[in-house]
């Protein structure tokens, strides 16, 4: 608050700023007329020391690495304070792990407005679920995560864990939803990302082979996808007891 009025003085005055953000001026000249406190002091000083570490190091040195160099230069300061002062530089060190990708939007799919125009909000249970797909890395490998929260209630109402992004493990999610919440789930929409590992053409190739079973109700579904960021599943369909896991079950 404190920068703003300064940034903002000459043009509207510090009285008339303080008395629209109900500002105490006292406040405002407090503060600048007090003493650098001893840890801004510091900061000052080892700012120009850290950054030039950085710099001649190539800059690829994180927070620890960092650390270890300015206690080799002779400056005793912490690791947390080291990563603190180099937030405040806008500096980083290079990181070496693998970044995951979790979402790969597929060009050729068909893209369809978005049904809920990025309001994400419900007046029911079961009438706006928003998806989603993650990874937790692990000592053993990358874990995917899909799960599924109703909007109304903001529940979790299905998950699926695996090590890997296929279709299935959305499938499997979604069922656990419809498990979670009874047979019937008139006017839900299902709201996802572009990179969603649904494949319409997957369920509706299930579709076809399991005649009898609650995916051959997919004629019933209007099954899109937002264009640009994400897309759309709206379910309008009178889910079965039988489960879709055994129907995919069934189609291999």
């Not at 940034?7 to 500002?23: A, M, N, R, S, Y």
């Not at 080291?82 to 405040?88: F, G, H, I, Q, S």
């Not at 937002?226 to 291999?252: F, N, T, Y």
Request: contains cysteine; hydrophobic residues 40%; positive net charge.
């Amino acid at each position: 608050m404190v920068d703003y009025i300064e940034q903002h003085k000459g043009e509207f005055g510090v009285e008339p700023i303080c008395t629209t953000l109900q500002f105490p001026p006292s406040t405002y000249y407090a503060a600048k007329s007090r003493v650098p406190s001893a840890r801004s002091m510091r900061d000052a000083v080892l700012l120009p020391l850290l950054l030039s570490l950085w710099i001649a190091n190539y800059r690829v040195y994180g927070a620890r690495k960092l650390w270890k160099a300015m206690g080799r230069a002779g400056e005793t300061v912490g690791r947390d304070q080291v990563a603190r002062l180099m937030r405040e530089l806008g500096i980083e060190g290079v990181n070496r792990s693998k970044t995951v990708r979790t979402t790969l939007p597929g060009e050729r799919a068909d893209r369809h407005p978005d049904l809920v125009d990025r309001q994400f909000v419900a007046d029911r249970p079961n009438a706006l679920w928003v998806t989603d797909l993650t990874y937790v890395p692990t000592w053993s490998g990358v874990a995917y995560v899909c799960f599924i929260v109703d909007a109304y209630s903001r529940m979790i109402v299905g998950w699926r864990c695996a090590p890997n992004m296929r279709t299935q493990m959305v499938l499997d999610a979604i069922e656990m939803a419809r498990w979670s919440r009874g047979t019937t789930l008139e006017g839900l929409v299902c709201h996802s990302d572009a990179g969603f590992a649904v494949h319409v053409s997957a369920l509706r190739r299930a579709a076809r082979r399991d005649r009898r079973g609650p995916l051959h109700r997919l004629g019933r579904r209007q099954l899109r996808q937002r264009a640009g960021r994400s897309r759309e599943l709206a379910l309008q369909v009178r889910a079965h007891p039988r489960s879709w896991a055994r129907a995919l079950e069934d189609r291999r």
